[in-house]
């Protein structure tokens, strides 16, 4: 290729290369800034396929903006001495590929992992907001950049090569062009359909090679399901989200971004294991976790106090009935309740409680429906330093051809001589095992399970 381009262009060195393609870096004499041009080159290895591919990616790019993907810039048709072809110019981003970070040697936590996953899902809620949805098709490691890494993030998040786009009607034309990465791409991809959730799948395979370091296809599987989890060192709440995020069948797995995204970010919408016969169970728990701050709100499960305010007007007027209690004293006996009862239920139905942790202390609050975070009351506080472990309390009950069956009753935080504890009142079963690995992950201290 020559060094200059359209007249526009210098190029400085070569990114890609491959069958007919170039990928080249140039100086747009114009601007004076940076970009990235591919080149669709004519000769004997050209397919008419390829620039039909290539000319969705100009046409997709053109129509998209969103900080986090690269900007279309121009579409030139190519008639130089020593090549000729189509070109597309777009926005260059400085980064290095989460697969060269990989092959640098360096490993991603789950706290990194779920960053990233945030970040992928913020564009593909983009995407596929769009009319008809686009869909990248091959989402994978190469095609993922990172730039700006400080403190504890692992940079901002690029995604780029929309060489593989498609629409639903650009689909439904009646053409099978079956594209994308072996390892990433979902079983209905192979038949040449794709939906959304086919995007969730290869984001899946993406996110559990950087959490095992292990290329989805080096992975056992079952049923066509990756068997990632012995490589991982992650909580089971993460392992169960990317297990519902790659399910083989699309019946099974997360159908949009947007409910990957909520069940990433709030445990209300967290998977159980993926099974035919067990659905996503939701929870109205609520925790907002950051890398300086815990915070546990208790969920709202206090139905016994509306049971007990009606009681507590049906039984005066059932006694009264019985007794033929004159309708003063009655009257008196309403009195009574609407003065104390009544106001004491509806304390009870707005109070909120909260467990809250910081970089200096954990304490537990306790505030009313609205309350501001100031105007919670603290009931107990320790240092955070004091933390020594968290403990699990199970209670087991014999079940015919299951044996002795364990469920969590209470989670306590052993702070020196404090105990913050969360039982069973307030909590599932499933909520304290999955706060605990939370809590644990978070605070970096060990799971006391105690079984009677």
């Known amino acids: ?55 969705r990616e100009a046409k997709t790019l053109e129509s998209l903006s969103h900080p986090a ?102 689909q439904e034309g009646g053409t099978i062009t079956v594209v994308g990465t072996y390892g990433y791409m979902p079983p209905e991809q192979f038949g040449g359909r794709v939906t959304p959730a086919s995007d969730l799948y290869s984001l899946g395979a993406t996110l559990i090679f950087l959490i095992t370091g292990r290329h989805p296809t080096e992975l056992p599987q079952t049923n066509f399901q990756i068997q990632f989890e012995k490589y991982a060192q992650i909580t089971s709440s993460f392992a169960c ?38 659905p996503m169970p939701l929870s109205d728990l609520v925790v907002h976790k950051t890398p300086s701050s815990f915070t546990v709100f208790f969920p709202r499960r206090n139905l016994g106090y509306y049971l007990l305010g009606f009681l507590s007007v049906l039984i005066p007027v059932c006694v009264g009935q019985v007794l033929n209690v004159t309708s003063t004293v009655l009257s008196g006996l309403f009195g ?47 240092p955070v330093q004091a933390i020594s472990a968290i403990h699990l309390y199970y209670v087991g009950e014999y079940q015919f051809e299951r044996g002795v069956v364990f469920w969590v009753t209470q989670l306590t935080i052993h702070a020196g001589q404090q105990r913050f504890s969360l039982k069973h009142r307030h909590f599932t079963p499933e909520e304290l095992e999955w706060l605990a690995e939370e809590l644990s992950e978070w605070l970096g201290v060990p799971i006391v399970r105690h079984k009677s």
Not at 250 to 278: I, V, Y
Not at 352 to 364: A, G, K, M, T, V
Request: proline fraction near 5%.
């Open 1 to 55: 290729m020559p060094q200059r381009l359209a007249n526009r262009y210098d190029v400085e060195r070569s990114l890609g290369r491959q069958t007919g393609r170039r990928t080249l870096l140039a100086k747009d004499t114009q601007t004076d800034e940076w970009v990235v041009i591919k080149v669709l080159l004519l000769g004997d290895e050209f397919d008419w396929q390829d620039l039909k591919l290539f000319e």
């Open 69 to 170: 993907i690269p900007r279309y810039l121009d579409y030139l048709e190519l008639d130089e001495p020593d090549g000729k072809g189509f070109a597309l110019v777009q926005s260059y981003v400085e980064g290095r590929s989460l697969e060269d970070h990989l092959k640098a040697g360096r490993s991603f936590s789950e706290y990194e992992v779920k960053q990233l996953a945030d970040a992928l899902l913020e564009i593909l809620i983009y995407l596929h907001s769009h009319t008809p949805p686009v869909i990248h098709r091959d989402i994978k490691p190469s095609n993922i950049l990172l730039t700006n890494r400080s403190g504890n993030s692992p940079g901002q998040v690029y995604l780029v090569d929309f060489g593989s786009v498609q629409n639903l009607v650009a």
């Open 241 to 278: 989200w990317l297990q519902w995020l790659t399910q083989p069948a699309l019946d099974q797995r997360l159908d949009s971004a947007e409910t990957a995204l909520r069940s990433l970010r709030f445990p209300q919408m967290r998977p159980a294991p993926a099974t035919p016969d067990n």
């Open 336 to 382: 009574v309740i609407l003065f104390i009862i009544i106001p004491l239920t509806a304390i009870l139905l707005l109070k909120r409680d909260r467990l809250q942790i910081d970089e200096q202390r954990i304490s537990l609050l306790s505030g009313f429906l609205g309350s501001s975070s100031g105007d919670y009351l603290r009931r107990r506080s320790a």
